[in-house]
């Protein structure tokens, strides 16, 4: 038996950090939403007791240390499995790039092998474990667009953006969550107006949608990597609707409604950097 989930990308349309919490995470408010840029997961059914993960990526490890294997492997204890699972990544992706690649893999698994070893656990049960591997894996189990609070487990569907090009790019370094939480001065840092994000994707308002694109963690990775400002500015002088770091970076993403205009920041963007991509919104849920 085999069965076959896609894992798109995130990027976050704006993301607050309130302050840091006792257990060292921060609270943060994320407006996040799923673009068409995927990696592909193939589960199949193993009799054994094993689990066994493998992609064609250098940079993504093949053993326990994967985001995926331990979806697989948090389900499988926590239910009493007795099958095992084969798990093929085909990585699409940028790794360690903001855009919760490793992430969205594990939330994959989670509804694979919820499918795969018939458990029949809703989806907000998933999103439940998700949060036991990482903060952006319950968002990435509903997928589609949403308001994310608490450490980034909380989530409240809103509606998709209307539909427009996403350009990416990755300049050629990784950046640690974990290293941009730790610089972070969150009395200094900018701060976006969640609110007012919000309501613009409950009103379909693209221009409100591009004015309010924010991101707390980016002055911290421009800080550290001055590749992040120059393909911002490039971005911005190839005629983007809005732009910004996703996540914790480096990724930088463009807004663009014109086909011709998304084509230009691509082509631009192509000769600088070696990881760029111009896909669409996704934005609403998908159906398996
Ligand atoms: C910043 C965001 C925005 O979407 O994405 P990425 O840049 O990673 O894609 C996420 O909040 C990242 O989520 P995720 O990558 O799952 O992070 P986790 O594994 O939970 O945490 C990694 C580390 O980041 C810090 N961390 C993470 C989330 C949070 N709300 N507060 C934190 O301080 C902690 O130091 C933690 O040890
Ligand atoms: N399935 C996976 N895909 C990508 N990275 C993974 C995966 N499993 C574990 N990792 C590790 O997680 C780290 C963060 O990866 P990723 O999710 O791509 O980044 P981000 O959190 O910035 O969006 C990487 O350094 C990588 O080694």
């Not at 004015?211 to 490039?234: D, P, S, Y």
Request: glycine share 8%; proline share 4%; net charge negative.
């Amino acid at each position: 038996m085999q069965i076959l989930e896609k894992a798109p990308a995130k990027i976050n349309l704006s993301l607050d950090v309130l302050h840091k919490r006792p257990d060292g995470f921060h609270e943060v408010e994320m407006v996040m939403t799923t673009v068409d840029l995927a990696d592909r997961v193939e589960l199949t059914l193993l009799q054994g007791d094993k689990i066994t993960v493998e992609s064609e990526s250098r940079f993504v490890p093949n053993d326990e240390r994967n985001l995926a294997y331990r979806a697989a492997k948090l389900i499988k204890d926590r239910f009493g499995v007795k099958q095992g699972v084969k798990i093929f990544i085909e990585k699409n992706i940028p790794v360690a790039a903001g855009l919760a690649g490793g992430s969205s893999d594990a939330a994959a698994v989670l509804r694979g092998v919820n499918r795969m070893w018939e458990l029949n656990l809703s989806l907000d049960e998933l999103a439940e474990l998700g949060a036991e591997i990482g903060s952006d894996v319950s968002f990435c189990v509903f997928g589609g667009t949403a308001l994310a609070t608490g450490r980034g487990e909380k989530i409240q569907a809103i509606p998709a953006p209307p539909p427009c090009w996403v350009v990416l790019s990755k300049p050629t370094i990784g950046v640690s969550t974990q290293s941009v939480y730790q610089r972070l001065d969150v009395e200094d840092a900018e701060h976006p107006d969640t609110k007012a994000m919000v309501e613009a994707l409950k009103e379909g308002d693209y221009e409100g949608i591009c004015a309010n694109v924010g991101n707390t963690l980016e002055g911290v990775t421009l800080a550290m990597h001055e590749e992040v400002g120059q393909i911002k500015e490039q971005m911005k002088q190839a005629g983007a609707d809005a732009v910004l770091m996703s996540g914790s970076g480096p990724t930088v993403f463009s807004l663009v409604e014109q086909d011709a205009r998304a084509q230009r920041i691509y082509n631009s963007l192509k000769g600088f950097c070696t990881e760029v991509y111009m896909v669409r919104m996704l934005g609403y849920k998908e159906t398996p």
